[in-house]
């Protein structure tokens, strides 16, 4: 059933405690996740999403036992991607023919797309109002965060802003708000989610929030599509968001290798000792990509001033892991960071200049040309991985 969060607004999501995997098999969700969607009762009755595909049935009919369907007037549609829209077929057919879906010009070629059905349609765009009777629900064009189609809104009188994938986390709870988890597991899903989801986009999210503080909402709920809502404090996800958006670094270094012998691995950890010797107060970590978690390692990249990456030559390439990283890491557009490159080899030793090369197109600062060892590294091949490890803590001393 529905959880009361204002006298007009009411949660009539889905809380996914199984789910561990999100956008196909791409981020992991340790903590599963919720479906978030909005019941508001006024005059109109909106409803605000709804939740991913395979709970619809389920979603329809919790949401009759909460208000009986013929009484709904209108369903904005924020984004339209499956665990957003999923159960939007399942509920228009349910409604009266001809309710309106609310979303921006962008989200109909999507909803289309997805569903291809036209439905009545209703273009908004940043600054319309919709009228509910004592409330109204002012609209707010978001894109990039992080659709081309994503859309929130303000409901004024309750002081809500509804801001879909905006200010989420993958993060189950059976309790809707902030301030009755655990505030390190909260931070740490809000943070993971920002750096897998929003970082390529974190200029376009410094001018939005910019803009969104620009309309001096008075926010006392926020309102997102995934996790809990915030209320105590709610615009602390903002500043924290401002600062993710704005170059965040960490005093931190994080090492991500593979290795097929030891070797590599053996060099991370002189880099390692390295940047330790260099700078005592420097977090340095350690992660081999063909066992760790992917978003995990991502999350760690994002919050460090400098990122070293170490494989073997394999076929005068690179093991898939690393590769598949490097390629991920380009997408995601970091801004600001050092690089560095080292890897062991037994013949043509191509490995230390390929990550190099994906470094510096991916856009980091890459110190010199890399460590390279033949067969297994010895103790000289060590010493070399660990001035390199100094290098990068001196060039880091200027960041």
Partial sequence: ???????????????????????????????????????????????????????????????????????????????????????????????????????????????????????????????????LGSTELVFVEMPMLHWPDSLAEYLTGDKVLLSNDAFGQHYASEVLYNDLVDQAELYAEAIKYYANILTPFSRQAEKKLAEVAGLGL????????????????????????????AGYKEHQVTIVYDTMWGGTRRMAEAVAEGLRDSDPTLVVKLYNAARSDRSDVITEIFKAKALAVGCPTVTRGLLYSIAGLLEEIKGLKFQGKVGGAFGAYGWSGESAGLIAQRLAEAGFEVVGEGVKAMWSPDEAALEQCRTYGRELARRLAGL
Wanted: charged share 20%.
């Fill in 1 to 131: 059933m529905g959880k009361k969060i204002t006298e007009h607004v009411t949660w009539v999501g889905k809380v996914d405690w199984e789910i561990r995997a999100f956008h196909g098999e791409e981020f992991s969700t340790h903590h599963g996740s919720t479906y978030n969607a909005y019941l508001i009762r006024d005059t109109k009755n909106v409803v605000v999403d709804t939740v991913w595909t395979p709970f619809a049935g389920e979603f329809v009919r919790n949401l009759a036992r909460e208000i009986p369907l013929e009484s709904i007037d209108a369903v904005v549609a924020n984004h339209a991607e499956a665990d957003h829209s999923g159960a939007l077929p399942e509920l228009m057919r349910a409604l009266r023919p001809g309710t309106p879906v609310y979303c921006t010009a962008n989200a109909v070629k999507s909803l289309r797309g997805h569903y291809h059905a036209d439905w009545n349609f209703q273009v908004v765009k940043t600054g319309d109002r919709l009228s």
């Fill in 218 to 245: 008075d926010i006392a709920f926020i309102c997102p599509s995934h996790g809990v809502i915030w209320r105590q404090d709610p615009l602390q996800v903002v500043r924290k968001y401002q600062q993710w958006a």
